[in-house]
């Protein structure tokens, strides 16, 4: 297996530090091949401008339509470039970051908003009366697998369906169902750490150990069943879910994974 691991965050010695490098250790222990992208030790550039698109920037600016202009022209920049490549290198992707309001740390949120480019995340396959582009379980990066490593700082009670945060899926969903699975990743249940800033000796031995058994069991985990854009269950070119289709009781979010 062959191991991305995107770490976002600034300090070291921080509980997601130490999951990042037991990650690394474990998985190479065990035989795998593995990559790190330390978004803060890289100094990662989080803002898109101009500048990412070199001679195929337009004035003026116009993301989507430069970005893909770059992609094909191979003129993106060196950084993004070699960011793009890790990701087809690998076959998974682990995302290590702490819940910082209510979503990804803004650096790397800048690496999505300037990896995910147009023509490589989106804005490939045909749109037509059968299909709206490759997207939502195909794509680029189709074939690959992602898993949300997350560290909360609020007890579980918080984020469970009647907590006053909201459930930790419906707060990770714009991530795993939006970025993830929108260029074709299949995206396996999230590995979440509640209560951390509270977290003792005790508690920390016990975290290490389920995160441990968690990387030993990526292989054989079964994704998030996600629908798929482009095989019935939505109207083209709607997108709309079909009638019929909802699970009882269930709406939001919810309405689209299967079973």
């Given at each position: 297996m062959?191991?991305?691991?995107?770490h976002a965050h600034?300090?070291?010695?921080s509980?997601?530090?130490?999951l990042?490098?037991?990650?690394?250790a474990t998985?190479?222990?065990d035989?795998?091949?593995?990559r790190v992208?330390?978004?803060y030790?890289?100094?990662w550039k989080?803002?898109v401008d101009?500048?990412?698109?070199?001679p195929d920037?337009?004035d003026?600016?116009?993301v989507?339509?430069?970005s893909?202009r770059?992609?094909?022209?191979g003129?993106?920049t060196?950084?993004?470039r070699?960011e793009?490549?890790?990701?087809l290198?690998?076959d998974?992707i682990?995302?290590?970051?702490?819940?910082?309001?209510y979503?990804?740390?803004a650096?790397?949120?800048?690496?999505?908003?300037r990896v995910?480019?147009?023509h490589?995340a989106?804005?490939?396959?045909e749109?037509s009366?059968?299909?709206?582009?490759?997207r939502?379980?195909e794509g680029?990066?189709?074939g690959?697998?992602?898993?949300?490593s997350v560290?909360?700082?609020?007890p579980?009670?918080?984020?469970?369906?009647?907590g006053?945060?909201?459930?930790?899926?419906d707060l990770?969903?714009p991530?795993?169902?939006?970025i993830?699975y929108?260029?074709?990743?299949e995206?396996l249940?999230p590995f979440?750490?509640?209560?951390v800033d509270r977290?003792t000796?005790?508690?920390y031995?016990a975290?290490?150990?389920?995160?441990?058994?968690?990387l030993?069991t990526?292989e054989?985990t079964?994704?998030?069943?996600?629908?798929?854009?482009n095989f019935?269950?939505?109207?083209i070119?709607?997108?709309?879910l079909?009638?019929?289709?909802?699970?009882?009781?269930?709406?939001g979010?919810?309405?689209?994974v299967?079973?």
């Amino acid at each position: 297996m062959k191991t991305l691991i995107v770490h976002a965050h600034p300090e070291p010695r921080s509980l997601n530090g130490s999951l990042k490098d037991r990650a690394v250790a474990t998985l190479e222990s065990d035989g795998h091949e593995v990559r790190v992208s330390d978004l803060y030790a890289m100094n990662w550039k989080a803002v898109v401008d101009a500048k990412d698109y070199g001679p195929d920037a337009s004035d003026p600016l116009r993301v989507v339509r430069d970005s893909g202009r770059a992609f094909d022209a191979g003129t993106l920049t060196a950084d993004v470039r070699a960011e793009q490549e890790k990701l087809l290198w690998a076959d998974t992707i682990i995302f290590q970051f702490p819940l910082w309001w209510y979503t990804m740390p803004a650096i790397l949120k800048g690496w999505v908003d300037r990896v995910f480019t147009s023509h490589f995340a989106y804005g490939v396959g045909e749109h037509s009366d059968v299909g709206y582009g490759e997207r939502f379980g195909e794509g680029t990066l189709a074939g690959r697998r992602a898993l949300l490593s997350v560290t909360v700082g609020g007890p579980e009670p918080h984020y469970a369906a009647r907590g006053i945060n909201g459930p930790i899926d419906d707060l990770l969903f714009p991530i795993q169902h939006g970025i993830l699975y929108y260029p074709g990743i299949e995206v396996l249940p999230p590995f979440v750490l509640y209560g951390v800033d509270r977290m003792t000796g005790e508690g920390y031995e016990a975290a290490v150990k389920a995160w441990e058994e968690r990387l030993r069991t990526l292989e054989s985990t079964e994704p998030i069943a996600f629908r798929r854009q482009n095989f019935g269950d939505y109207e083209i070119p709607s997108l709309r879910l079909r009638e019929g289709l909802e699970p009882e009781g269930r709406t939001g979010f919810g309405l689209h994974v299967r079973g």
